[in-house]
């Protein structure tokens, strides 16, 4: 599966980005996917996951209650509603997929990633 994340921007804080992330292929709903971001200088960080029947989500804990991952299997997209932006939460973000189910949180156990797209909350 090919990925490619988009919608990243300049945001102030406090406000809302939807980022989106295009899989190719016949079998997307063969794979969990995920959400990651990595600031300057940081390790790449988990944001939140989908499994692939879409049911079972899961979200890093500074992220609950703002972030929403959701996916359209019509157009093989996976989304990432973000709300309430903090400047730290500057970096870029990209879209993984996991062969394997759990909707898990290791970087290390996703096979396929996108290009990221870079995400700016300016205080």
């Known amino acids: 599966v090919q990925l490619q994340a988009y919608g990243g921007g300049l945001v102030q804080a406090g406000g809302s980005l939807r980022l989106s992330c295009a899989a190719s292929g016949r079998t997307f709903n063969s794979y969990d996917m995920g959400w990651f971001r990595q600031a300057p200088g940081k390790e790449r960080e988990f944001v939140a996951a989908i499994s692939r029947s879409g049911i079972t989500t899961n979200y890093a804990d500074s992220v609950k209650g703002r972030f929403t991952i959701s996916r359209d299997y019509a157009k093989n997209m996976v989304y990432l509603q973000m709300n309430s932006l903090k400047p730290e939460e500057t970096a870029v973000y990209y879209c993984?997929?996991?062969?394997?189910?759990?909707?898990?949180?290791?970087?290390?156990?996703?096979?396929?990633w996108g290009q990221g797209t870079l995400v700016t909350v300016s205080s």
């Open positions: 993984a997929a996991d062969q394997h189910v759990g909707v898990r949180t290791s970087a290390k156990e996703y096979e396929y």
